[in-house]
């Protein structure tokens, strides 16, 4: 999915007329050290979000906008990150993640991401 198609998305614009059901966390929230396992953030948006060290392991962020998101020393383990909107291969780097953890066709799954333990 290219993000000239999801910009001009309907769900998107209405982001910009409507914040109803939206989960709008901010500019520069601090979710330092959050424990965020689990959590349904399909279309949040994390703008900015100071997400260092947190545990986002098994975490749905599937078209969350995660334009400056700080991702330094988080772990991504089984997260979903498909269709994620303004994730960059930057952000991955810093992060920690896993064979599990989804991600676009267009991001590389960085080296130092350790194998789960008991697979090939």
């Known amino acids: 999915m290219h993000a000239s198609k999801l910009v001009r998305s309907p ?6 007329q409507s914040n109803k059901g939206q989960k709008n966390f901010g500019k520069r929230i601090d979710l330092i050290g959050a424990n965020l396992r689990g959590a ?6 994390l ?3 100071l997400l260092i ?8 962020l599937r078209a969350a906008d995660l ?3 700080d991702f330094r020393d988080a ?3 089984g997260a979903d990150l498909t269709g994620s909107i303004f994730l960059t291969q930057e ?4 992060a920690n993640g896993d064979k599990k953890t989804k991600l676009s066709s267009s991001l590389i799954r960085p ?3 350790q194998e789960i333990k008991g697979t090939k």
């Open 91 to 94: 952000q991955l780097n810093a």
């Open 67 to 69: 334009i400056g998101a």
């Open 75 to 77: 772990n991504l383990s």
């Open 11 to 16: 769900s998107l614009i209405g982001r910009k």
């Open 53 to 60: 060290a947190a545990d986002v392991t098994k975490a749905d």
């Open 40 to 45: 349904d953030l399909r279309g949040a948006d």
């Open 47 to 49: 703008r900015g979000c």
């Open 111 to 113: 080296s130092h991401w």
